[in-house]
């Protein structure tokens, strides 16, 4: 059974370039489960409940240069372990949760170091200052007509 776990947001459509549309729900099937018990078993023991949150609070987000998934990316840092959860888009279109695995220090570190993967915190943070100076500019050009 397929079930939504999360929607795509403005902030990553914008960071990652994506051609997705706004608020298009991410999707948990049984067979993308079974995937994630199959070839990530401890992983997915581990953290496969927090799948759910893993996508509404990622530390870091990524567009996967070789897969074109989105990936969300958690630091668990009392296990000082990284959590991946590639989403995929579908032939019809749709947004799943395609597989979960812990990332190596190694390769979180590759990521940020090539500009794959983006801290997410950072982004909010500039996104809303961005937004707050648009809207500065905005009242000030409505105040001078």
Known sequence: MNKPIGKLDK???KLLGLAYKEGQPIILGDANIAHMQRQHSEDFAKYGKDIKNIIANPTYIAKNPNQDSIEYI?????DNEFVLVAVRISSKGNLFARTLFTMTHKKI???LKNGYAKKYQWLIKNFNIM????LNVCY???SIK
């Open 74 to 78: 958690k630091e668990y840092k009392i």
């Open 131 to 134: 937004l707050e100076k648009k």
């Open 109 to 111: 570190n590759t990521y």
């Open 140 to 142: 000030y050009n409505i």
């Open 11 to 13: 902030k990553i459509i």
